[in-house]
Antibody, heavy 118, light 107 residues
């Protein structure tokens, strides 16, 4: 089955860019939509956006001006970049797969805690 | 944005009892709802999708029902491992949104 693994720094300074990678194992990168979701006590679970292998992306309007999700098919990896972060962006960030643009999330990574602090 | 409201926030039950968790959407989402179970320190695990379809490996004591705006996750007989948190999620429209969760605790 699909396995996902997040990686990236656990601490980011305010106003800088949060960057996380998600590696995909045991599945073709062209099969699914690849999502980022975050979870915090204040906002609960929040879908950030997704990317599809044809380059299609879709973002949550609440984050759209600050977020980019990209895909590297050769590395079987997708990346989240969230710029101009504040303390409100402190959360556990998950990568997850879905079969379509309107879908549930089948497989999840273990999550990566990112704290925004100076 | 479709707001998903879960109730109750906390449900107290005893092993062997039936538990009923609710999720209400702010507008009709047809049957496009999923339920997840989350243990502390773990990612959510898909339980139910399409309102009532159990994901692979999910025990039969979990069932989902509803349509339109009102949905239910039922656990027919609570087991010790079921006392964790549950979330609903709609995928009828963007942005995809989650409910705030129901924590099932031991009475």
């Amino acid at each position: 089955q699909v396995q996902l693994q997040e990686s990236g720094p656990g601490l980011v300074k305010p106003s800088e860019t949060l960057s996380l990678n998600c590696n995909v194992f045991n599945e073709s990168i062209t099969t699914y939509y690849w999502n980022w979701i975050r979870q915090s006590p204040a906002k609960g679970l929040e879908w950030i956006g997704h990317v599809f292998h044809r380059g299609t992306t879709r973002y949550n309007p609440s984050l759209e001006t600050r977020v980019t999700i990209s895909l590297d098919t050769s590395k079987k990896q997708f990346t989240l970049a969230l710029k101009s972060v504040t303390a409100a962006d402190t959360a556990v960030y998950y990568c997850a797969s879905s079969f379509g643009p309107y879908s549930n999330f089948d497989y999840w990574g273990q999550g990566s805690l990112v704290s925004v602090s100076s | 944005e479709i707001v998903m409201t879960q109730s109750p926030a906390t449900l107290s039950g005893s092993p062997g009892e039936r538990a009923t968790l609710s999720c209400r959407a702010s507008q009709s989402i047809s049957s496009n709802i999923a339920w997840y179970q989350q243990r502390p320190g773990q990612p959510p695990r898909l339980l139910i999708y399409g309102t009532s379809v159990r994901a692979s490996g999910v025990p039969g004591r979990f069932s989902g029902s509803g349509s339109g705006t009102d949905f239910t996750l039922a656990i027919s007989s609570l087991q010790s491992e079921d006392f964790v948190t549950y979330f609903c999620q709609q995928y009828n429209d963007w942005p995809l949104t989650f409910g705030g969760g129901t924590k099932v605790e031991i009475k």
